[in-house]
């Protein structure tokens, strides 16, 4: 049996980009994923990066590329009533958005890793995990043609929404909360020229679409389609003409087709599991939560939990206190149900969800709000460019985003109140483990 101190499920950005800060720390570390090498760098997905992401891949040393080739976007657009108007990011916020796909992340992930000398195990079969209720966590695997085993620290199960990780803690230990929505997105790519250089989400009575883009000459489109469509009814021309149908007229006209090079169908979801932690076992990224792609969030919530969990087995290596650990869940909770009800949020205002004349008109009346309220865009400004990492101390938790208020609550905190770092992390401990390095 071979032996490390953090065994990883999955090598999505997640696992990856958990992998690299681990090493960069010394933290011994495997990288275990099923699928391989050529199917995990083909995967289209969203591509909006929060400030706070952009961070963690320029600390975990993977920025590079995406510092030359990322597109800053100060703002973006949306579209309804043959009219748009712009949220301006920076004006209401001070922070902007970069637009550098997760396919580029995550294939400059593996060529860090690999460059580090710890690239991932490809195609894995058979994972099984073991024990992570007591001390000594065991993955099972079978690899190059052989079994093996693995006795580790901690495992970090970050194999996403179908992965083994969240399936291998038995039901009765957690809560799950899931929306399915009654439709999803057909997305595709294109050599083409964006219709315009800020992001489009466009809110009509055929549906939602959304103008995207992965460089000066790569569109990303989307159009709400039925969760049972098949792409074999939507050759390209179709998608082009269905896209043009749903934007302000002054967008469509700067819409350039062209042949698609890639195309695919995503159902839209909601899904929360709580806690994110049993045991030893620690849930990450799209293992824990799903959102609807229309904020932007996935990609971001996953990095945050990286970041929460890297900064926590770090403390734990390095002092040997654990209460990071502890709070795992507790802290990523917090962010990730703020963004599941953002998600939702932009996702029920911008989908047609029936065909009950009522429900469109509210939608535009919203919108209509929206685009007339400095206080609303400013709300929506806040959560797309990334809401501030939650406290966790109770009596500044009001505070959150109001430096003055926290200037204010701190002055009325009672001087003997300030330090009880522990009380939350007894309740959380779930079930009993000890926190012993080997
Ligand atoms: N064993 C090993 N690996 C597995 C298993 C398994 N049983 N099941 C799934 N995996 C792998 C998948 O093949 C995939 O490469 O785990 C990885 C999970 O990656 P993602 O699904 O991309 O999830 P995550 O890394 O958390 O990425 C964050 O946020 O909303 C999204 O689009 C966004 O995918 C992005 C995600
Ligand atoms: C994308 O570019 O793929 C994208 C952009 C914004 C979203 C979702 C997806 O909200």
Sequence with gaps: MSRTQVAIIGAGPSGLLLSQLLDSQGIDNIVLERQSREHVIGRI???????????????????GRMQHEGLIHDGFSIGFEDRAFRIDLRALTGKAVTVYGQT?????????????????????????????????????????GRSHEIACDFIAGCDGYHGISRK????????????????????????????????????????????????????????????????????????????????????????????????????????VVEPMQFGKLFLVGDAAHIVPPTGAKGL???????????????????????????????????????AVRFSWWFTSVMHKFSDEPIAHRLQLAELDYLAGSHAALASLAENYVGLPEPRLCPTLMAADHH????????????????????????????????????
């Design 300 to 338: 971001n919530l996953a990095v945050s939990d990286v970041r929460a969990l890297y900064r926590a087995l770090s403390a734990h290596y390095r002092t040997g206190r654990s209460e990071g650990l502890h709070r795992y869940s507790e802290q990523c909770l917090r962010r990730v149900w703020k």
């Design 403 to 438: 430096p003055a208020l926290t200037r204010r609550a701190a002055k009325l905190t009672p001087t003997r109140r300030v330090r009880r770092p522990d009380r939350n992390a007894d309740r959380l401990s779930h079930p009993p483990i000890r926190w012993e390095t080997g």
């Design 45 to 63: 997905r969203a591509g909006v990066l929060e400030q706070g992401t952009v961070d963690l891949l320029l600390e975990a040393g993977v920025g």
């Design 168 to 271: 291998s803690v038995p039901s009765a230990a957690l809560r799950t909360f899931e929306r399915t929505y009654p439709f999803g997105w057909l997305g595709i790519l294109a050599d083409v020229p964006p219709a315009s250089h800020e992001l489009v989400y466009s809110n009509h009575a055929r549906g939602f679409a959304l103008c995207s883009m992965r460089s000066p000459r790569r569109s990303r489109y989307y159009v709400q389609c039925a969760s049972d469509e098949k792409l074999e009814a939507w050759p390209d021309e179709r998608f082009w003409d269905e896209l043009v149908s749903r934007l302000p007229a002054d967008i469509a006209r700067t819409v350039v087709a062209g042949p698609s090079i890639e195309k695919s169908i995503a159902p839209l979801r909601s899904f």
């Design 104 to 144: 580029e992340i995550t294939k400059d992930l593996i060529d860090a890793r690999a460059a580090a000398g710890n690239p991932p195990a490809f195609e894995v079969g058979d994972i099984s995990l073991h024990d992570f209720e007591l001390d000594r966590p065991i993955v099972r695997y079978f690899h190059g």
